[in-house]
């Protein structure tokens, strides 16, 4: 009797770990084939923009998904380097984590949280925001967090910097429902990606924390102000992006 339920338990667990290594299995070849794949072709409708069409729905709104894929050089320089100053100022430099800006945001948060205040910042690089635009979902949990930096670590290893910035900048959000430099040049500034002036993109860049919240289209004064502070930074760092230098 002993010996059967032994038996029995042995097998639930030798059936269940067998289950376990089948799923990291094919996790592992489909991540890294993915990631492989959007290597060299224009990433289609994602998680996240499929997700903000139902939330759009649930909050009365007509569904809008308006995305228009360009390569590179097809986006003004200018952008590339507003957002590199806006959002991650050593993105040439490291291999997909800030540890510095990790630690100025603890910081931060800590002395926010001491005062009492819900403001809180992030330390995402453009790298961390491009895995989780392509790949994931957006929330805040731990799981979502590690599926993050597993993906962070692909595209940094697989994917070439010029090529990050090439995604990410034709997937990110810079509006309700608009998604990538061209849909929302055209939408906002009535323009392509590639005649963006240095003053749009700067404008272009400041809104990307909360592009639901500030508008391209009607800047408040903050945003002016975000924008003139990113023209200056664009100033300092200099008015084109050397990859090769990666």
């Not at 240095?198 to 945003?223: C, E, G, K, N, Q």
Request: proline share 3%; with cysteine.
């Amino acid at each position: 009797m002993l010996g059967s339920a032994f038996l029995t338990k042995y097998f639930v667990w030798s059936f269940i770990w067998r289950l376990i290594k089948k799923i990291i299995f094919w996790f592992l070849v489909l991540s890294i084939g993915a990631v492989l794949l959007f290597k060299w072709l224009p990433v289609p409708v994602n998680f996240f923009m499929i997700q903000r069409c139902f939330e759009q729905k649930a909050e009365g709104k007509d569904m809008r998904l308006d995305k228009d894929w360009v390569p590179l050089e097809d986006i003004s320089p200018y952008l590339q380097l507003a957002v590199v100053c806006s959002e991650d100022q050593n993105y040439l430099n490291h291999h997909g984590f800030s540890f510095t800006a990790i630690e100025k945001a603890m910081e931060y948060n800590e002395k926010m949280e001491e005062k009492g205040s819900t403001k809180r910042r992030g330390a995402s690089t453009i790298s961390q925001q491009t895995a989780k635009n392509v790949f994931l979902w957006h929330g805040r949990s731990f799981i979502r967090k590690g599926f993050e930096v597993y993906f962070t670590f692909l595209i940094e290893t697989l994917w070439s910097k010029e090529r990050i910035m090439e995604v990410y900048l034709n997937v990110v959000e810079l509006g309700d429902g608009v998604y990538g430099a061209e849909a929302a040049a055209r939408n906002y500034l009535h323009k392509s990606a590639k005649q963006l002036t240095a003053s749009d993109a700067a404008l272009m860049a400041v809104v990307l924390p909360s592009p639901r919240i500030f508008s391209i289209a009607h800047p408040s004064s903050y945003t002016r102000k975000r924008q003139a502070w990113c023209l200056q930074q664009m100033r300092y760092w200099g008015m084109k992006l050397d990859y090769e230098k990666e």
